[in-house]
């Protein structure tokens, strides 16, 4: 029996609707404050509408995530989804504002489909008379495409339905992220009661209301969603004992972003150990012609392919736990002079200890793994791994780049540390909307240290009450 509208369950599903109306109303004013697009308003202008966006949006999460947690009102999952239906028409209206990377998409798709150009050898200020063409904007002019061949193919794709209207184009790039956003939504709420979370609306409203997917995903078309759909696909398909599908979903996300390549030989060991080599061996075939057959129009120009200035791309220093300490070292430096000429030396220490780091990590993982075929040890290292790659050893971090974390990191257990700490600086990435983006100290900092010290200060005082009295 559902829970009267006067009774506590009723009380908290109006309570939700508030939080919901109050949410739509901050979307709303980003819709209407962007609608000629960030540069017709002042820099001082955006940066008080970033902070009256990000502050509420906050406050307003974290309101809901308590409602859903406390309530066991069965309408709860509807009114998440009928709320985040209307959250995300809202952000998908919403002109791209902050980092505009799905320009960049649409100019690598067009450099194919219109001057028949390899993103991956020819950049775009090498193109004849970009600068006239109205599908092409001055992003990233100077870089070759960093993204994953089956990424760039999707964006040819979409560049060849718009058929040369720009706003065509980025609507349907937009509308692909909707589209992840809603089916990565149906595969966390499957996978939680699959696994039998106490509370699947929470794990679903945890990724339908949070507000960097919306902002960024959504409103701003970054392709991050499209690596968390492919890699909770790969968690989902593992709790259905669909094994065979397993690798190939890892594949396809790595050719999207690179990061998922990690997550990998963790999937070959649990497939090993679940079914054997011979779907290991079919998994791996299914992967390696997705592989073929979506690299294969860029591979013809091998020999051209600016393979170095795609890597040095990735490894730029921004944003990360790297830029916090060499930029914490060049300051000291800044006033102890003579510490100056160790910058260089410092620097590359640093780099080495976190992505030795990693690797220990890695093997640590694999050693953990190698006779293990449980589907919640899988997501719990593959989660951890991820973490560790993108928020920890990276050397460029972006707050988007949480997208690929959230939507797996639900599978976890409510409780989990790591879970929680994602949901949390995933929130406070948010921040990032603001001037918080280029304090490079200040950065990472407040949005993934704070983060972390209040959920592991949380764990600490839960384990100490889970102790026994003294006697």
Known sequence: MSPSPHGPG?????RLRLVGVFTAAVYLFACLFYVGGAQARTRTARELAAWACALPL????????LIVARSRDARAARTVVVFAALFCLLAFLTVPFHSTDVFGYINRGWQQVHYGLNPYVARLADTPGWREDPMLREHWVYNPNPYGFLFTLLA????HLGGGNWWLTLTLFKLVNVAAYAATAWLVWSGARLLGHDRPALALYAFLWNPLILMHHIANGHNDVLVGLLVALSFYLALRGAHVWIIPALVAATLLKYGPAILIPPAILFVFNRRGWKTVAAGCLIGLVIAVLASAPYLKDWGALRIWEIRDNATLIDNSLHSLLIHLFSTTAGVVKPLAQFVPTV???IRVALRGGLVLLFVAVTFRLRKSDSERALVKYSVLLMFALVCVASSKFNAWYMGMLLAPALFLPEGHWLRRLII??????LLSLTFFKQAYMLNYFAMVIVPAWLVFRR???ERASALPAPA
Do not use: I
């Open 459 to 461: 764990v600490r005082r």
């Open 10 to 14: 009723g009380e908290s599903f109006a």
């Open 156 to 159: 040819r794709a979409l560049c």
């Open 347 to 349: 620097d590359a220490a």
């Open 58 to 65: 906050l406050f307003l999460y974290w309101k809901g995530y």
């Open 424 to 429: 949390l600086v995933s929130a406070a990435e």
